[in-house]
C-alpha cells in the first residue's frame, strides 16, 4: 500500500492550496480518507475526513469554513482545498486511510503560510 502526498508549498497568509493524496494497492473506496497535521512542537492532529460507504465529511473546528475533503474513487486520489490560510496553518500535512483496525499513512508534504 502507498499514498504519496503532493501539493504542498509556501503561500502568503489568505492564499489557497490543494493537497493531493494518490493512492495504491488498496480498494479505495473502503477506506475513510483522511488529513491530518504536524507542527513543531505539536501533536499531530486530525484536520478532515470522508467517511467510507457514506462519504460523509467531518472537519476539525479549525479547518471548518476554510478547507474542503473530496475523493476520486477512479483515480484512487483524495484532496484538501485549504482556502483563507493562516500562518497557523503551517504544518506537514499528511495523509491516510483507515479501514476497521488497519490504518495506513503517506508521507508528509509541507504547508508553510507566511504572515
Known amino acids: 500500500v502507498q499514498l504519496q502526498a503532493s501539493g504542498g508549498g509556501l503561500v502568503q497568509a489568505g492564499g489557497s492550496l490543494r493537497l493531493s493524496c494518490a493512492a495504491s494497492g488498496i480498494t479505495f473506496s473502503d477506506y475513510s480518507m483522511d488529513w491530518f497535521r504536524q507542527a513543531p512542537g505539536k501533536e499531530r492532529e486530525f484536520v478532515a475526513r470522508?467517511?467510507?460507504?457514506?462519504?460523509?465529511?467531518y472537519y476539525a473546528d479549525s479547518a471548518k469554513g476554510r478547507f474542503i475533503i473530496s475523493s476520486n474513487d477512479a483515480k484512487k486520489t483524495m484532496y484538501l482545498q485549504m482556502d483563507s490560510l493562516k500562518p497557523e496553518d503551517t504544518a506537514v500535512y499528511l495523509c491516510?486511510?483507515?479501514?476497521?483496525?488497519?490504518?495506513?499513512w503517506g508521507q508528509g508534504t509541507q504547508v508553510t503560510v507566511s504572515s
Open positions: 470522508v467517511a467510507a460507504g457514506s462519504g460523509n465529511t
Open positions: 491516510a486511510v483507515q479501514r476497521g483496525n488497519t490504518v495506513y
